[in-house]
C-alpha cells in the first residue's frame, strides 16, 4: 500500500492537516507502520499537484487539507482494485535463504531455526496484543492484528517446508560429492 491511498482514505472522513493525518494513520493501522511526517507532507504535496486534494486557509498554524472529488474516485479505485502478488515487497526472508544455499560456509539450518525463533515470539506478541484489543473501536487494529499472526502462521509453515527440502537435499549433496572424489581417485589412478 502506498501512503497516497492511505492518506487519501484517511481524508474522507473530513479535512486534516499533516499531524492528524500522521496519527490517525498510525492509530489505524495498530502503530505497525509508523510514518515520518516528511512523508506526510511530501506525499500531500503530490495529492495537490495531481489535484486529489486541495489545501483549505490555515488556522491555528495547521494547513488542513481536504479530498476533492477526484481524489474520491481515486481511492473508491483503490478500495475495489485487488492487491497483486507483484505490487508486494520483496520477501527478504526468502531471499536471505536463497542466497545462504548457494553460498559456502552458511549454516542454512540456523538460519532457519533463528528465524523460526523470532516468528514464534513475535507471533506470541500479536496474540497477547490481540487480548488487550476487545473494545468494539479496536476492530481495524484486531485485523491488522490478526494478518500478522496469519502471516506469521505462513511463514511458520514456510520455514517448515525450507526445512524439510534441507533435509532431502542432503542426501543428493554427499551423493554429488562422494562422485567429485571418485573422478580425483580415478584421475589419479
Known amino acids: 500500500m502506498s501512503i497516497r491511498y492511505g492518506l487519501l482514505a484517511l481524508l474522507e472522513r473530513g479535512p486534516m492537516h499533516g499531524y492528524q493525518?500522521?496519527?490517525?494513520?498510525?492509530?489505524s493501522t495498530g502503530g505497525t507502520w509508523p510514518l515520518n511526517i516528511g512523508q506526510v507532507y511530501t506525499t500531500l504535496a503530490r495529492l495537490e499537484r495531481d489535484h486529489l486534494v486541495r489545501s483549505l486557509p490555515e488556522?491555528?498554524?495547521?494547513?488542513?487539507?481536504?479530498?476533492?472529488?477526484?481524489?474520491?474516485?481515486?481511492?473508491?479505485?483503490?478500495?475495489?482494485?485487488?492487491?497483486?502478488?507483484?505490487?508486494?515487497?520483496?520477501?527478504e526472508l526468502a531471499v536471505k535463504l536463497a542466497l545462504a544455499i548457494t553460498t559456502p560456509?552458511?549454516?542454512?539450518?540456523?538460519?532457519?531455526?533463528?528465524?523460526?525463533?523470532?516468528?514464534?515470539?513475535?507471533?506470541?506478541?500479536?496474540?497477547?496484543?490481540?487480548?488487550?484489543?476487545?473494545?468494539?473501536?479496536?476492530?481495524?487494529?484486531?485485523?491488522?492484528?490478526?494478518?500478522?499472526?496469519?502471516?506469521?502462521?505462513?511463514?511458520?509453515?514456510?520455514?517448515?517446508?525450507?526445512?524439510?527440502?534441507?533435509?532431502?537435499?542432503?542426501?543428493?549433496?554427499?551423493v554429488a560429492a562422494q562422485a567429485v572424489q571418485l573422478e580425483v581417485v580415478d584421475e589419479r589412478a
Request: glycine content about 4%; charged content about 30%; overall charge neutral.
Open 105 to 174: 560456509g552458511v549454516d542454512v539450518q540456523a538460519i532457519v531455526q533463528a528465524q523460526r525463533t523470532a516468528t514464534m515470539r513475535a507471533m506470541q506478541e500479536y496474540t497477547r496484543l490481540k487480548r488487550g484489543a476487545e473494545r468494539p473501536g479496536d476492530l481495524p487494529w484486531r485485523l491488522v492484528l490478526d494478518a500478522m499472526v496469519f502471516h506469521a502462521e505462513a511463514e511458520l509453515r514456510w520455514l517448515d517446508h525450507c526445512e524439510s527440502s534441507l533435509v532431502q537435499r542432503r542426501p543428493q549433496q554427499k
Open 21 to 27: 493525518l500522521r496519527s490517525t494513520f498510525e492509530e
Open 59 to 91: 488556522s491555528d498554524g495547521q494547513r488542513p487539507y481536504e479530498i476533492t472529488e477526484h481524489g474520491r474516485a481515486e481511492v473508491r479505485a483503490w478500495f475495489v482494485t485487488p492487491v497483486q502478488a507483484k505490487d508486494r515487497p520483496r520477501d
